[in-house]
């Protein structure tokens, strides 16, 4: 039987997470580690704390940056000979980002991705093209390696998905740069893999 009592260890180690949890992405200062799903493990190793990340991809410029904002997070509370562990297996998958980060992101003007589970790649649909869903013109889907539409980007903005893809390269390299066909509005888009 598991006890319903707080073990002080394990309240340290809850805290140790909490303050990694919190820091903030650099690029997408509205989104924390925990959000993004790059905060993979909290852990403890004799007396130290090692918290261990994902990286969004493996070139990310950004890596080294949010390893030294999570060292000073947990300095702050208290844990200043913490080490900080990158792992690159698996690798990190948009699918890790919370229903809380994409509600976040969308607020904050970029289109949450889509799912990327099992071998899905993003798709863009010409205006007539065959098989196209009868849709505004450059409407993009995501869709799955066979060909079906599973989930339809929309325009965080005003959530019509009457969108056309401006530039396959967004202001980073894991967004690509839409426009909203209804309100006329550029958006970031997060790519899904």
Known sequence: MVSATV???DAELAHARACAAAVPD???????LEDLGILRDVAREGARIVVTLTPTYTGCPATEAIAED????LAA???GDATVRTTLSPPWTTDWISEDGRRKLREYGIAPPGRAVGATVLRFVPRGARGAA???PGRTTVASAAGAATESIACPRCGSAAVERLSEHGSTPCKALYRCVACREPFDYFKPY
């Open 7 to 9: 073990l002080p260890a």
């Open 26 to 32: 650099p690029e997408i200062p509205v989104l924390t």
């Open 70 to 73: 999570v060292r000073a997070a």
């Open 77 to 79: 509370g208290g844990f």
């Open 134 to 136: 009868p849709a505004a």
